[in-house]
């Protein structure tokens, strides 16, 4: 009995949103005006003007998809991976084989209507047509995985994709130590679906013993916690340990030390730092640019741009309470359904942080995530807790 032939998927059409960056033609003649204040030469005048259709009104085309993106042909393609991002045009792309590709990405892509305001982003899996022996043209983004977003601008700011883990670096003081940031980026590690692992930089600068309950809260939750000092080697040894053959964005604010880190896991990449700003003690931004670093033992690591405020992105103030990872035992057993867990009564949440099963500390960052996505939401008579006498 003859085999049926399997019918080949037919592509998909999809009407596609484009930004504003086709705008109408200026009129050359107003013919209503002209013909008033020229009423003896009217029958002269143009009357053919046309206008074209592709302003801001017309700004949709069908483009052929399947469920990865836009169809493109792949035999004339090459996979690469992004290794740096700088705008649409200067795009670092790197082979299997290692060769280098300075790529630009294609119209359609960088059009495309996004939620987002980076089509390309260090760390994606890409297709890639090549110009010459060192350029290329990215047609197609591959579907990302272990991502870390923020808003930035009222837009989605990837940071960067395809990671495993991603490594939260704060220094016990200059800049100061500040457990909601940490939080925040917990959160973000668990909407991504990335390990976090916190690293306490600069451990010179503050008390050990003080620092030992910060670090406790975080151990107790399952966090991997990292004591570490770039300049003395405190800790490198097994913040190398947990890099291996894994791939990890470093992330925090500015002047934490990531960079410094990073040069000394591997010392020859030199990466530039820079010393905290004496008047504000923030600090300064010296890493400009995501950029995806090969280490000699196996693996990678991304150096980022330092960050002092992250906002989530695609986070309801309802699911904040699932980011907070010690949260998830009592949420259910509240009494109301929708309980926000801030001023309810028989709230199993505030239940725990009464019983000391929830760290005071992380409920007041949740308090306050909470509070900032509901700006109209009346804030709870609970205790605060005072983080100076952690540090």
Same mark, same amino acid.
């Given at each position: 009995?003859?085999?049926?032939?399997?019918?080949?998927?037919?592509?998909?059409?999809?009407?596609?949103?484009?930004?504003?960056?086709?705008?109408?033609?200026?009129?050359?003649?107003?013919?209503?005006?002209?013909?008033?204040?020229? @009423?003896?030469?009217?029958?002269?005048?143009?009357?053919? %003007?046309?206008?074209?259709?592709?302003?801001?009104?017309?700004?949709?085309?069908?483009?052929?998809?399947?469920?990865?993106?836009?169809?493109?042909?792949?035999?004339?393609?090459?996979?690469?991976?992004?290794?740096?991002?700088?705008?649409?045009?200067?795009?670092?792309?790197?082979? @299997? $084989?290692?060769?280098?590709?300075?790529?630009?990405?294609?119209?359609?892509?960088?059009?495309?209507?996004? $939620?987002?305001?980076?089509?390309?982003?260090?760390?994606?899996?890409?297709?890639?047509?090549?110009?010459? %022996?060192?350029?290329?043209?990215?047609?197609?983004?591959?579907?990302?995985?272990?991502?870390?977003?923020?808003?930035?601008?009222? %837009?989605?700011?990837?940071?960067?994709?395809?990671?495993?883990?991603?490594?939260?670096?704060?220094?016990?003081?200059?800049?100061?130590?500040?457990?909601?940031?940490?939080?925040?980026?917990?959160?973000?590690?668990?909407?991504? =679906?990335?390990?976090?692992?916190?690293?306490?930089?600069?451990?010179?600068?503050?008390?050990?013993?003080?620092?030992?309950?910060?670090?406790?809260?975080?151990?107790?939750?399952?966090?991997?916690?990292?004591?570490? =000092?770039?300049?003395?080697?405190?800790?490198?040894?097994?913040?190398?340990?947990?890099?291996?053959?894994?791939?990890?964005?470093?992330?925090?604010?500015?002047?934490?030390?990531?960079?410094?880190?990073?040069?000394?896991?591997?010392?020859?990449?030199? @990466?530039?730092?820079?010393?905290?700003?004496?008047?504000?003690?923030?600090?300064?931004?010296?890493?400009?640019?995501?950029?995806?670093?090969?280490?000699?033992?196996?693996?990678?690591?991304?150096?980022?741009?330092?960050?002092?405020?992250?906002?989530?992105?695609?986070?309801?103030?309802?699911?904040?309470?699932?980011?907070?990872?010690?949260?998830?035992?009592?949420?259910?057993?509240?009494?109301?359904? =929708?309980?926000?867990?801030?001023?309810?009564?028989?709230? $199993?949440?505030?239940?725990?942080?009464?019983?000391?099963?929830?760290?005071?500390?992380?409920?007041?960052?949740?308090?306050?995530?909470?509070? =900032?996505?509901?700006?109209?939401?009346?804030?709870?008579?609970?205790?605060?807790?005072?983080? $100076? %006498?952690?540090?």
């Amino acid at each position: 009995m003859a085999k049926k032939k399997k019918k080949k998927k037919s592509a998909r059409k999809v009407r596609v949103q484009f930004k504003k960056n086709r705008q109408s033609r200026t009129r050359f003649q107003d013919l209503t005006k002209q013909s008033h204040e020229n @009423q003896e030469h009217v029958e002269d005048l143009e009357t053919g %003007e046309r206008l074209s259709g592709k302003g801001q009104l017309s700004r949709y085309r069908t483009v052929i998809a399947d469920d990865d993106g836009r169809t493109v042909d792949e035999s004339t393609c090459l996979k690469g991976r992004v290794l740096r991002s700088i705008g649409a045009n200067s795009i670092s792309v790197q082979l @299997q $084989d290692g060769r280098k590709f300075m790529c630009s990405a294609r119209q359609v892509l960088r059009t495309m209507a996004r $939620d987002g305001r980076n089509a390309v982003v260090a760390g994606d899996h890409v297709l890639l047509t090549p110009l010459s %022996e060192t350029d290329g043209v990215i047609e197609r983004v591959e579907p990302r995985f272990g991502t870390l977003t923020r808003i930035s601008r009222g %837009e989605a700011h990837v940071i960067v994709a395809n990671v495993d883990q991603a490594v939260i670096v704060a220094s016990v003081n200059e800049p100061v130590l500040k457990p909601g940031l940490i939080d925040r980026f917990l959160c973000s590690t668990e909407k991504g =679906n990335i390990r976090g692992i916190i690293c306490l930089n600069k451990m010179d600068l503050g008390d050990r013993v003080r620092l030992q309950k910060i670090a406790g809260i975080y151990s107790r939750l399952g966090y991997q916690v990292l004591m570490t =000092n770039a300049l003395t080697g405190e800790g490198i040894d097994e913040l190398k340990r947990l890099l291996l053959e894994k791939e990890t964005v470093f992330t925090g604010q500015s002047g934490v030390g990531k960079s410094s880190l990073l040069n000394a896991v591997q010392p020859k990449l030199g @990466q530039l730092t820079s010393s905290v700003s004496g008047d504000s003690h923030k600090g300064r931004h010296t890493t400009r640019v995501t950029e995806l670093i090969s280490l000699d033992g196996g693996g990678w690591v991304v150096d980022t741009p330092g960050i002092r405020q992250l906002q989530l992105w695609d986070v309801q103030t309802e699911e904040i309470e699932g980011l907070f990872i010690e949260f998830r035992p009592f949420v259910t057993r509240c009494r109301f359904p =929708n309980c926000s867990h801030t001023h309810e009564n028989n709230c $199993d949440v505030k239940s725990a942080v009464e019983a000391g099963l929830i760290a005071p500390l992380r409920y007041q960052s949740f308090l306050r995530m909470v509070l =900032n996505e509901n700006k109209h939401q009346r804030a709870p008579s609970t205790q605060q807790v005072n983080e $100076d %006498e952690f540090f």
